[in-house]
């Protein structure tokens, strides 16, 4: 092991808390190595949630929880311009049909100092006329964003890589092992080096703190289902709209996306870390749908998923290990583990000892801009300079070639389906990926120099083809 | 900008029959493909059993196309841009990227010929995990037939609409098995010669009034949970078995989609254009043909709609389309799933009616009345929905109300 092998910080799990401590630390200027098991960053929970940046009325006051989340919120709309990925500030209200139970909502809001207030049915139906009958009240917070998760998480990632970090992914930790100091982290695919290792590893957690030595905790964890809306505008919803418990139980949210789209759920079923979509969970949502807003079509549902958060008791755990040392241990990341991440990193920054000062002329990320979003000025250039931006490639995200390949030639090198549709939104569309998936295949065997055999729709095991046709052995 | 008289979007049997027969009857066609070729879908419907009613003959679908590519290609007075997409229609003018670069192209007349889209996972809430294998029939048919891929092995086939039955074919033919299709009603949406020449001949089983009630696998399908529906299409728990797979191909219906036109009301049985006489939607520059319009049971009927569809934009384009008279509204009974066109006017001729009916109907007869005054009648010895029915009526005379029943 030579001195230049030896990383200042590994961190295993590519989520948004993983990135965000990679970027961090990576812009301090200390030498890490992010590894993960997937075949890209941001495939668990940071794929697969409501995409809000929340204000922070709602966590506990002075819980972990509720500073991460004030500071994270805070971080945001810089780290967001920075990194070139869309923050809309659209706020959010939380309705309900009990006057007392928003002045508790109100009164925590100002004791975590987020600038909320108290809207009546009037003012509420200004914003959002198609309102469900029976609201009456809602606690209005201004600071309240939506992102795209995964874009976020991988912006981080790749900024980082950018500046001179190291993604590996598809990566089996086998063994940890401390010499001299000096961690020696063993994988399927090599051996790396670091002086400390964040575990950062979401639902798998434990089996990572099992190889560390670290602390383990119970987990728990809870499936969130959501439905996607197409653009379709049927009715209007310009900002997260919340529902406060009321006797019906626990309500779900319906926002606006980053993209355009809606989002409605989520559910919340104590589950395994299967992400499924069940008949009884898609229920539950069409029924409480009807008490945020009236005349949701389901018809216009694109699509359906789950994501499955892990919790660890009240609070999250972000702490140096008692029993490990030069481990840091990250737990129970759930809501509003989003929008902490930012906080997380600087407090994991911290904890590792370093000061959160960062170098100067740090190389900044190219901004994605894609075609549909240019001016047609600019398209009809583009299209001049550049044939691969005359071909559509995705029909209903109008996706052309050149934003696919653009897509694949980030920092971070995919070779998925899945993480070419998060980079550029091919496939995100009303026919699910029926047009464009086998166009997306070809142009990902065309820049990755492989075959099609190799091409995965997401993780391994996932390749999209078995073979070529007549060769199937089906003894 | 691009001027012409006539603009059709879509270059498939739709999109190509209507912009010969606008070119016939005189305009100046642009016909727009977002495919590399024309022919559209039938270019990786490599089965036989297309062209009888329009050739006379039994064509493949690459054959089918490959007749029209050349009328087309010959044709002076048509100019195809291959490669280039319609991003907004607005006004006669319409936005495109493509061949031509970032291009606006105005027209008299607009004839919409895109034809449909497979219904996905989502539009039917399949339950379970997002592996890899699910796929629509017309992904894993371009996989087979285009690319040369196999996307499985083990397949179970949730629906059976025609492409379904035919990759249930295709996929057994490449070495694949195909456990069985599924279909959740008590009756098939796809034509009796595939059910047989694809499925019994084979010894795959089609179960009626089963679904899948979960997908299982994390990165690929592992297999499904599946088993029989209610009369309520609820799944009946106590039937609930596993079947091991890899694949789940899904032939779950087609549908219209009219997001680019999405200014025209549309009907909500057909997802298409609301339409009267002359194929003109409330946009009166505005046409529509094919599949885009209703979904087809046979590309031959597509052709000759867009016939006739290509001819009235081409007369509109130049300004000759008979001046509208009195609206006669097209009624039906419930007897039918929808007829179209929804309106015809008063005067002199023959106009043709199609509709597809509700449920199977034996020995009956179609009747269009007017006012009590029979106009027009069929006898039909067996009706299935799956099958598209025409009527010619003689609107002579006919005044308010023309509608159709089932005696």
Partial sequence: ?475 | MIKTDCLVIGGGPAGMSVALSASQNGSKVVLVERDEVLGGILNQCIHNGFGLHYFKEELTGPEFAYRFRKMVEKDKNITVLLNTLVTKIEDQKVEVVGSVGRETIQAKAVILAMGCRERTAANISLCGTRPMGIMTAGTAQKMVNIDGKMPGKDVVILGSGDIGLIMARRLTLEGAKVHAVLEINPTSSGLRRNIMQCLEDFDIPLLYRHTIFEVVGKDRVEGVYYGQVDENYQPIQSSKKFLPCDTVVLSVGLMPEMNLASFVPVSRVTNGAIVNEYYQTSKEWLFSCGNILHVHDLVDNVALEAQQVGKFASLYAQGKLPLQSKPIEVAHTKDFGYVLPSVVYEGEGEVEVKFRLKNKVVKKTIVAKCNGVVLDKKFVLAGVPGEMLKLSINKNGAVGKIELSVE
């Fill in chain 1, 1 to 475: 092991m030579s001195k230049n092998n030896v990383f200042d910080v590994l961190i295993v799990g590519g989520g948004v808390v993983g990135a965000c401590v990679l970027n961090k630390l990576t812009r301090i200027g200390k030498k890490c190595l992010l590894i993960d098991k997937a075949s890209d960053v941001a495939t668990g929970a940071s794929k697969a949630n409501s995409g809000l940046v929340h204000a922070g009325y709602d966590p506990k006051p002075n819980t972990l929880k509720a500073k991460l989340n004030i500071r994270g919120n805070k971080l945001y709309p810089k780290l967001c311009k920075r990194l070139g990925v869309k923050l809309d500030k659209c706020g959010a209200l939380v309705l309900g049909d009990d006057e007392t139970q928003l002045d508790n909502l109100y009164q925590r809001g100002l004791e975590n100092k987020v600038y909320v207030e108290k809207w009546d049915r009037k003012q509420i139906l200004e914003k959002v006329p198609d309102l469900a009958d029976h609201i009456t009240c809602a606690l209005y917070a201004r600071d309240a964003y939506i992102v795209s998760p995964y874009f976020f998480t991988i912006s981080v990632a790749d900024e980082a890589v950018l500046n001179g970090a190291k993604v590996s992914l598809e990566e089996d930790l086998v063994s940890v092992e401390k010499k001299d100091d000096i961690f020696e982290v063993v994988t399927k695919k090599a051996i790396y080096y670091a002086k400390q290792i964040v575990n950062s590893a979401g639902a798998g957690y434990n089996e990572v703190a099992k190889l560390l030595k670290a602390e383990e905790y119970p987990l728990e964890f809870r499936r969130g289902e959501y439905f996607v809306f197409d653009k379709i505008k049927d009715f209007n919803v310009p900002c997260t709209l919340f529902t406060m418990p009321t006797k019906l139980g626990k309500g779900v949210l319906i926002t606006p996306t980053i993209d355009g789209n809606f989002l409605l759920g989520p559910t919340s079923t104590e589950s395994d870390t299967q992400t499924k979509v069940t008949s009884e969970g898609l229920d539950e949502i069409r029924n409480k749908a009807q008490l945020i807003v009236k005349n949701i079509n389901f018809r216009n549902a694109i699509r359906q998923f789950s994501g499955v958060r892990v919790i660890s008791g009240d609070d999250f755990v972000v702490e140096k290990s008692k029993v490990a040392d030069g481990v840091i241990n990250i737990a129970g990341i759930c809501s509003p583990g989003l929008t902490s991440a930012p906080a997380i990193a600087e407090m994991v920054t911290k904890l590792l000892g370093f000061s959160l000062k960062e170098k100067e002329n740090l190389k900044l990320l190219k901004k994605r801009v894609l075609f549909k979003e240019l001016s047609k000025a600019k398209q009809i250039q583009l299209c001049k300079e550049n044939k691969n931006y005359c071909s559509i490639v995705c029909k209903c995200e109008e996706i052309t070639k050149g934003d696919v390949i653009e897509a694949l030639n980030r920092p971070i090198k995919v070779a998925s389906v899945d993480a070419v549709k998060r980079r550029c939104n091919a496939g995100m569309g009303r026919c699910q990926g029926g047009f464009c998936f086998t166009k997306v295949v070809a142009q990902i065997i065309k820049e990755r120099k492989i075959a099609y055999e190799q091409v995965k729709k997401e993780n391994r095991g996932s390749e999209v083809c078995l073979s070529d046709i007549r060769e199937v052995n089906n003894d």
